[in-house]
T-cell receptor
Framework: QKEVEQNSGPLSVPEGAIASLNCTYSDRGSQSFFWYRQYSGKSPELIMSIYSNGDKEDGRFTAQLNKASQYVSLLIRDSQPSDSATYLCAVHSGTYKYIFGTGTRLKVLA | DAGVIQSPRHEVTEMGQEVTLRCKPISGHNSLFWYRQTMMRGLELLIYFNNNVPIDDSGMPEDRFSAKMPNASFSTLKIQPSEPRDSAVYFC????????????FGAGTRLSVL
């Protein structure tokens, strides 16, 4: 079992719809969770960080964390073609180590 | 701040040649990471430095890879000799304990070994 799992996609959604990206992790001791967006040929950039159970909203983005289920998700409301990218889930256990998922490719169709 | 700076952005070399990748972390960040990204394996941690000291190099593929951090503002990743399977994008990232664990990535070096 991989330590951080994501569906590779592509996940295709129409413009204006809600995109839902999911991530599961295996280390119950994980403390910090991050979503990075990576455009083709570019470096990962932070979209959201979340540290406690529940929802965290920032503009069109909402991160959801459920530590009991070892599950973290990212919702993108009013999806735009410019949101088309690969989204990487990263988990930090409190030591130095960050484990990245392989990413979900999102395509927003105009 | 200029962010994490990596050089070169692109490197094309022939098998057997030595390759040196460079990274300047964000000023004040005391943790530095080298990653390799490929389509097949995603983003893999190669080595982690804290306060210029290598803490974990278990991700370094083999002895052909080495990394140094002689001071807080500079790190190198060296591959000698290079092989075609080393072709990938290499990212450097930095963070600090006050950043909430958020890593900031450089633009990466795209390495092609022919």
């Amino acid at each position: 079992q991989k330590e951080v799992e994501q569906n590779s996609g592509p996940l295709s959604v129409p413009e204006g719809a809600i995109a839902s990206l999911n991530c599961t992790y295996s280390d119950r001791g994980s403390q910090s969770f991050f979503w990075y967006r990576q455009y083709s040929g570019k470096s990962p950039e932070l979209i959201m960080s979340i540290y406690s159970n529940g929802d965290k909203e920032d503009g069109r983005f909402t991160a959801q964390l459920n530590k009991a289920s070892q599950y973290v998700s990212l919702l993108i409301r009013d999806s735009q073609p410019s949101d088309s990218a690969t989204y990487l889930c990263a988990v930090h256990s409190g030591t130095y180590k960050y484990i990245f998922g392989t990413g979900t490719r999102l395509k927003v169709l105009a | 701040d200029a962010g994490v700076i990596q050089s070169p952005r692109h490197e094309v070399t022939e098998m057997g040649q030595e390759v040196t990748l460079r990274c300047k972390p964000i000023s004040g960040h005391n943790s530095l990471f080298w990653y390799r990204q490929t389509m097949m394996r995603g983003l893999e941690l190669l080595i982690y430095f804290n306060n210029n000291v290598p803490i974990d190099d278990s991700g370094m593929p083999e002895d052909r890879f080495s990394a140094k951090m002689p001071n807080a503002s500079f790190s190198t990743l060296k591959i000698q000799p290079s092989e075609p399977r080393d072709s990938a994008v290499y990212f450097c990232a930095s963070t600090t304990s006050g950043a909430g664990g958020i890593q900031y990535f450089g633009a990466g070096t795209r390495l092609s070994v022919l």
